[in-house]
């Protein structure tokens, strides 16, 4: 019995000093967690918060951190896309959803929702971190908030001004568009005065152009664009922005597939890819004659789905310009066809943005490189990755 007595002793006294010993390792934990200068909080299944630091807690909860304990997340938080519209808790984009599937990081701006009232619309911008972590067989989800770098902080300065720029620009351009297009209508003026109005109303909208595309630019350069992905063969996507041509444009265009049995499936943004589309098919009629012919090539490899460009038009034959046509405002005048406007030099460069905003890439070429000799022309080279569905099937090449 003495043995048991004293078996039972040692066991209590190892178990108090173990116990101790965890709530040592916690307090210097939390110690720590509260010493840094992130904001963390660890929500559980039901998005209720379950942990948060005093960073968290100064931000969002008065300063005592037991305030937010047990809390819906949703009702401490309210996260918002960064042009200021609400982001749903259901969104593919929200950080606890997107922490189902992986970690990762972004940046939001963030409401504080349980704050006095004179402070309730103010939003701050934070970069969030999520991770998904398990403990005793239940899920949770670390995120922590931090504020933002020297670095993102002066795209977000830029693309503020990239902003307020546009929209001083728009408001005038739209005035004088409207007068050009009355004074247009009207028939007193002599037919040189006309060309005059007509040449001015081109202008006009060109300034527009490259007031829209600087600020798409200036989107994809800060990571602003909100992406709708869709997921469809190639084909498909090619064959909805036909739809959407005039006439004359459509006869200009002639679709050729190296094998009609392959899937071409990809994951793109059909907006995105429809604007690149335009963007290429304006750049052929500004340097080909006034009716190029233009083909339409795809082809489906073992990792991508490649879609060439291809017009009849002088091309290029020096390879520094290849890489030179893809840097912004940099214009290539030799062989410009003289009927047209001059471009604005944003062209491809918002290709190569936007191709590389969806996971794939673009170069260009001669076509006497890429389809032989006594071809001439410009190939514009489109890589996509092959979504996952079509990994299994055969490629062309």
């Known amino acids: 019995m003495l043995a048991e007595d004293s078996f039972s002793g040692s066991a209590e006294a190892e178990s108090r000093a173990l116990i101790q010993q965890m709530s040592q390792s916690l307090g210097l934990l939390r110690v720590a967690f509260d010493s840094t200068g992130e904001a963390m909080l660890i929500v559980d299944e039901s998005s209720a918060v379950r942990w948060a630091n005093q960073q968290a807690a100064d931000l969002w909860g008065g300063g005592i951190t037991l305030q937010m304990v047990g809390r819906p997340l949703s009702a401490l938080l309210q996260f918002h896309h960064l042009d200021r519209s609400p982001l749903e808790d259901e969104e593919p984009s929200h950080p606890l959803q997107q922490a189902l599937s992986a970690e990762g990081r972004s940046s939001y701006l963030i409401q504080a929702l349980s704050a006095p009232a004179t402070e309730k619309m103010q939003l701050i911008t934070r970069s969030v971190s999520w991770r998904q972590i398990m403990q005793m067989d239940q899920s949770f989800v670390l995120l922590i908030f931090r504020d933002l770098e020297p670095l993102e902080k002066a795209l977000a300065r830029q693309r503020q001004f990239i902003n307020n720029l546009a929209h001083e620009l728009r408001t005038p351009l739209a005035i004088i568009t409207g007068n050009l297009h009355r004074m247009r209508r009207k028939k007193q003026f002599s037919g040189n005065i006309q060309q005059s109005l007509s040449d001015a109303t081109e202008e006009t909208q060109r300034i527009g152009a490259l007031v829209d595309n600087l600020l798409l630019l200036s989107e994809l350069d800060t990571d602003y664009r909100r992406w709708t992905l869709q997921i469809d063969s190639l084909m498909n996507f090619v064959d909805r922005w036909i739809v959407m041509l005039n006439p004359e444009s459509r006869g200009l265009l002639h679709i050729v597939t190296v094998n009609e049995s392959d899937d071409y499936r990809v994951q793109l943004d059909q907006d995105a890819f429809h604007l690149i589309l335009d963007n290429l098919l304006n750049n052929s009629r500004r340097f080909c004659r006034s009716q190029p012919s233009i083909e339409i090539r795809l082809v489906q490899t073992v990792s991508q789905i490649l879609l060439q460009f291809i017009d009849d038009g002088p091309g290029i034959n020096n390879d520094d310009h290849c890489v030179a046509v893809f840097e912004r405002f940099n214009r290539i ?65």
């Open 333 to 397: 005048e030799e062989h410009r066809n003289a009927d047209m406007t001059d471009g604005s030099g944003l062209g491809l460069p918002l290709v190569k943005s936007l191709m590389e905003g969806m996971g794939g890439s673009v170069s260009c070429s001669s076509a006497k490189e890429q389809i032989g000799v006594g071809r001439q022309g410009l190939v514009v080279t489109l890589y996509f990755p092959r979504h996952k569905s079509s990994l299994g099937m055969k490629s062309s090449i």
